[in-house]
């Protein structure tokens, strides 16, 4: 399985962003897909995740602001994100696993990794 982000850019504090993951491959191994996000001298974080049927889950930092999606006919997974802050600068991730939504909230069970996208946000 191969995962493509875009999407990233600089955008203002406000503004908004969505992002793309676009799945090739062995797509009939997935199931859950996540967006993950990762600042400079930080960890990996989770951000949203969403299961096979739609189900989601958000972290505190993007509930309210974030909302995930994904397009099973298309292939692609989506982060609209909203109401953009400084803090929100960094690379973001998408991840597919093979297992539930369970699996990658809580134990970050991800089987497949896109290379990133770069999101700044300017004050």
């Known amino acids: 399985v191969q995962l493509v982000e875009s999407g990233g850019g600089l955008v203002q504090a406000g503004g908004s962003l969505r992002l793309s993951c676009a799945a090739s491959?062995?797509?009939?191994?997935?199931?859950?897909m996540a967006w993950y996000r990762q600042a400079p001298g930080k960890e990996r974080e989770l951000v949203a995740a969403i299961s096979s049927g739609g189900y989601t889950y958000y972290a505190d930092s993007g509930e309210g602001r974030f909302t995930i999606s994904r397009d099973n006919a298309k292939n692609t997974l989506y982060l609209q994100m909203s109401s953009l802050k400084p803090e929100d600068t960094a690379m973001y991730y998408c991840?597919?696993?093979?297992?539930?939504?369970?699996?990658?909230?809580?134990?970050?069970?991800?089987?497949?990794w896109g290379q990133g996208t770069q999101v700044t946000v300017s004050s």
């Open positions: 491959g062995s797509i009939f191994s997935i199931n859950a």
């Open positions: 991840a597919a696993g093979k297992e539930n939504l369970a699996a990658i909230v809580a134990e970050g069970r991800c089987d497949y």
